[in-house]
Protein backbone atom coordinates (compact mmCIF):
# COMPACT_ATOMS: atom_id res chain seq x y z
CA UNK A 1 0.00 0.00 0.00
CA UNK A 2 1.92 3.08 -1.27
CA UNK A 3 -0.20 5.13 2.44
CA UNK A 4 -1.88 7.89 1.96
CA UNK A 5 -1.37 10.14 -0.77
CA UNK A 6 -1.73 14.09 -1.13
CA UNK A 7 -1.70 16.00 -4.11
CA UNK A 8 -0.31 17.87 -5.14
CA UNK A 9 3.06 18.33 -3.17
CA UNK A 10 3.06 22.22 -3.35
CA UNK A 11 0.77 24.64 -4.49
CA UNK A 12 1.81 28.64 -5.01
CA UNK A 13 -1.15 30.58 -5.87
CA UNK A 14 -2.49 34.22 -6.17
CA UNK A 15 -4.64 36.00 -3.49
CA UNK A 16 -8.22 35.21 -4.08
CA UNK A 17 -7.75 32.24 -6.47
CA UNK A 18 -9.60 28.98 -5.27
CA UNK A 19 -7.22 25.96 -4.43
CA UNK A 20 -8.23 22.52 -4.13
CA UNK A 21 -6.34 20.03 -2.00
CA UNK A 22 -6.64 16.38 -2.41
CA UNK A 23 -6.32 13.35 -0.55
CA UNK A 24 -6.64 9.12 -1.12
CA UNK A 25 -6.65 7.81 2.33
CA UNK A 26 -5.31 4.17 3.04
CA UNK A 27 -7.68 1.42 1.49
CA UNK A 28 -10.25 0.09 4.06
CA UNK A 29 -9.87 3.03 6.56
CA UNK A 30 -13.06 4.57 7.67
CA UNK A 31 -11.55 7.78 9.15
CA UNK A 32 -10.06 10.28 7.37
CA UNK A 33 -8.31 13.92 8.85
CA UNK A 34 -7.32 16.96 7.76
CA UNK A 35 -4.73 19.26 10.00
CA UNK A 36 -3.00 22.25 8.98
CA UNK A 37 0.71 22.92 10.32
CA UNK A 38 1.83 26.16 10.86
CA UNK A 39 5.22 27.67 12.63
CA UNK A 40 2.85 29.53 15.57
CA UNK A 41 -0.15 27.18 16.10
CA UNK A 42 1.45 23.60 14.97
CA UNK A 43 -0.80 20.93 13.70
CA UNK A 44 -4.59 22.17 14.30
CA UNK A 45 -7.12 19.52 13.39
CA UNK A 46 -9.78 21.11 10.47
CA UNK A 47 -12.18 18.28 10.02
CA UNK A 48 -12.57 14.93 10.04
CA UNK A 49 -14.89 12.19 8.21
CA UNK A 50 -16.42 8.97 9.61
CA UNK A 51 -17.38 6.40 6.63
CA UNK A 52 -17.74 9.99 4.53
CA UNK A 53 -19.95 11.56 6.66
CA UNK A 54 -18.10 14.76 8.28
CA UNK A 55 -18.58 14.09 12.25
CA UNK A 56 -16.38 17.80 13.36
CA UNK A 57 -15.44 20.44 11.23
CA UNK A 58 -15.42 23.16 14.25
CA UNK A 59 -11.77 23.36 13.27
CA UNK A 60 -12.27 24.96 9.65
CA UNK A 61 -11.13 28.36 10.17
CA UNK A 62 -14.04 29.69 8.22
CA UNK A 63 -16.75 29.98 5.65
CA UNK A 64 -13.94 30.24 2.98
CA UNK A 65 -12.87 26.86 3.79
CA UNK A 66 -14.77 23.52 2.86
CA UNK A 67 -14.15 19.87 2.52
CA UNK A 68 -15.75 16.81 1.04
CA UNK A 69 -15.60 13.05 0.78
CA UNK A 70 -17.44 12.01 -1.92
CA UNK A 71 -16.37 8.47 -1.38
CA UNK A 72 -14.35 6.37 0.46
CA UNK A 73 -11.51 6.93 -1.61
CA UNK A 74 -11.09 10.51 -1.81
CA UNK A 75 -11.43 13.54 -0.38
CA UNK A 76 -11.17 17.15 -1.01
CA UNK A 77 -10.37 20.58 1.05
CA UNK A 78 -11.08 23.75 -1.00
CA UNK A 79 -10.43 27.81 0.08
CA UNK A 80 -12.03 29.96 -1.62
CA UNK A 81 -10.74 32.65 -1.96
CA UNK A 82 -7.33 32.09 -0.59
CA UNK A 83 -5.72 34.69 1.41
CA UNK A 84 -1.72 34.51 2.49
CA UNK A 85 -2.68 33.98 5.83
CA UNK A 86 -3.45 30.31 4.92
CA UNK A 87 -0.10 29.37 4.04
CA UNK A 88 0.76 26.15 5.52
CA UNK A 89 1.55 22.65 5.11
CA UNK A 90 -1.51 20.93 4.79
CA UNK A 91 -1.89 17.28 5.83
CA UNK A 92 -4.60 14.31 5.28
CA UNK A 93 -4.70 11.18 7.36
CA UNK A 94 -6.55 8.65 7.90
CA UNK A 95 -7.46 5.52 10.35
CA UNK A 96 -8.94 1.94 10.50
CA UNK A 97 -11.64 2.25 13.24
CA UNK A 98 -11.92 4.12 16.55
CA UNK A 99 -8.32 4.13 16.36
CA UNK A 100 -7.79 7.79 16.00
CA UNK A 101 -4.50 7.68 17.83
CA UNK A 102 -2.75 5.80 15.14
CA UNK A 103 -3.21 8.03 12.12
CA UNK A 104 -1.76 7.27 9.09
CA UNK A 105 -0.52 10.61 7.82
CA UNK A 106 0.13 11.47 3.97
CA UNK A 107 3.15 13.82 2.72
CA UNK A 108 1.55 16.81 2.74
CA UNK A 109 0.49 19.87 0.85
CA UNK A 110 2.79 22.99 1.14
CA UNK A 111 0.55 26.35 0.31
CA UNK A 112 1.57 29.47 -0.50
CA UNK A 113 -0.63 32.19 -1.10
CA UNK A 114 1.14 35.26 -2.44
CA UNK B 1 -10.76 22.95 27.91
CA UNK B 2 -8.62 20.09 26.29
CA UNK B 3 -5.23 21.62 25.11
CA UNK B 4 -2.08 20.05 24.78
CA UNK B 5 1.01 22.68 25.75
CA UNK B 6 4.67 21.84 24.35
CA UNK B 7 6.61 25.18 25.79
CA UNK B 8 9.85 24.53 23.74
CA UNK B 9 9.63 25.24 19.95
CA UNK B 10 13.39 24.52 19.75
CA UNK B 11 15.57 21.77 21.79
CA UNK B 12 19.71 21.68 20.75
CA UNK B 13 21.92 19.34 22.51
CA UNK B 14 24.63 17.86 21.87
CA UNK B 15 25.28 13.68 20.88
CA UNK B 16 25.29 11.39 24.11
CA UNK B 17 23.44 14.10 26.39
CA UNK B 18 19.83 13.10 27.98
CA UNK B 19 16.76 14.73 25.97
CA UNK B 20 13.38 15.35 27.80
CA UNK B 21 10.55 16.68 25.60
CA UNK B 22 8.10 18.39 27.61
CA UNK B 23 4.56 18.05 27.29
CA UNK B 24 1.78 19.20 29.39
CA UNK B 25 -2.20 18.35 28.89
CA UNK B 26 -5.70 20.04 30.21
CA UNK B 27 -8.26 17.52 29.96
CA UNK B 28 -11.16 16.64 32.21
CA UNK B 29 -11.39 12.93 31.38
CA UNK B 30 -8.78 10.22 31.68
CA UNK B 31 -6.24 11.06 29.11
CA UNK B 32 -4.87 9.04 26.34
CA UNK B 33 -1.72 10.91 25.35
CA UNK B 34 0.98 9.45 22.33
CA UNK B 35 4.06 11.18 20.80
CA UNK B 36 4.34 11.69 16.96
CA UNK B 37 7.25 12.07 15.21
CA UNK B 38 8.01 13.66 11.61
CA UNK B 39 12.02 13.08 10.62
CA UNK B 40 13.43 15.52 7.80
CA UNK B 41 11.53 14.70 4.22
CA UNK B 42 9.47 11.48 6.01
CA UNK B 43 6.06 11.75 7.39
CA UNK B 44 4.63 11.99 10.91
CA UNK B 45 4.31 9.06 12.29
CA UNK B 46 3.40 7.55 15.57
CA UNK B 47 6.45 7.32 17.90
CA UNK B 48 4.85 5.67 20.95
CA UNK B 49 1.64 5.99 23.33
CA UNK B 50 1.88 5.77 26.84
CA UNK B 51 -0.94 2.98 27.77
CA UNK B 52 2.10 0.50 25.42
CA UNK B 53 4.44 1.74 28.57
CA UNK B 54 6.95 0.93 25.79
CA UNK B 55 10.42 2.26 25.06
CA UNK B 56 10.56 3.25 21.37
CA UNK B 57 13.96 4.37 19.73
CA UNK B 58 15.41 4.68 23.30
CA UNK B 59 12.58 6.99 24.35
CA UNK B 60 10.28 6.58 26.96
CA UNK B 61 7.18 8.91 27.92
CA UNK B 62 5.84 8.67 31.85
CA UNK B 63 2.12 9.78 32.02
CA UNK B 64 2.09 12.06 35.24
CA UNK B 65 -1.63 12.88 36.21
CA UNK B 66 -0.91 14.70 39.42
CA UNK B 67 1.85 17.26 36.99
CA UNK B 68 -0.81 16.64 33.62
CA UNK B 69 2.40 15.62 32.06
CA UNK B 70 3.78 13.24 29.75
CA UNK B 71 7.71 14.29 28.93
CA UNK B 72 9.18 12.30 25.98
CA UNK B 73 12.93 11.13 27.59
CA UNK B 74 15.99 9.89 25.94
CA UNK B 75 19.08 9.64 28.33
CA UNK B 76 21.32 9.55 25.33
CA UNK B 77 20.58 11.56 22.39
CA UNK B 78 22.06 10.26 18.91
CA UNK B 79 21.94 12.56 15.98
CA UNK B 80 19.56 10.84 13.64
CA UNK B 81 17.20 11.70 16.88
CA UNK B 82 16.75 15.50 14.76
CA UNK B 83 13.47 15.86 13.96
CA UNK B 84 9.85 17.75 14.90
CA UNK B 85 7.90 16.50 18.11
CA UNK B 86 4.04 16.45 18.49
CA UNK B 87 2.62 15.35 21.33
CA UNK B 88 -1.05 14.64 21.08
CA UNK B 89 -4.35 13.95 23.49
CA UNK B 90 -6.63 11.54 22.31
CA UNK B 91 -10.30 12.63 23.06
CA UNK B 92 -13.06 12.28 20.52
CA UNK B 93 -10.74 13.48 18.53
CA UNK B 94 -6.71 13.53 18.42
CA UNK B 95 -5.28 17.40 19.73
CA UNK B 96 -1.65 17.84 18.93
CA UNK B 97 0.74 20.47 20.72
CA UNK B 98 2.70 23.10 18.69
CA UNK B 99 5.34 20.56 18.81
CA UNK B 100 9.06 20.75 19.37
CA UNK B 101 12.22 20.35 17.72
CA UNK B 102 15.27 18.79 18.47
CA UNK B 103 18.38 19.02 17.18
CA UNK B 104 21.43 17.05 18.02
CA UNK B 105 24.91 17.85 17.29
CA UNK B 106 27.08 15.92 16.83
Known amino acids: DAGVIQSPRHEVTEMGQEVTLRCKPI?????LFWYRQTMMRGLELLIY????????DSGMPEDRFSAKMPNASFSTLKIQPSEPRDSAVYFC????????????FGSGTQLSVL | AQRVTQPEKLLSVFKGAPVELKCNYS??????LFWYVQYSRQRLQLLLR??SRESIKGFTADLNKGETSFHLKKPFAQEEDSAMYYC????????FGTGTRLQVFP
Open chain 1, 49 to 56: FNNNVPID
Open chain 1, 93 to 104: ASSLGRGHEKLF
Open chain 2, 50 to 51: HI
Open chain 2, 88 to 95: ALLTDKLI
Open chain 1, 27 to 31: SGHDY
Open chain 2, 27 to 32: YSGSPE
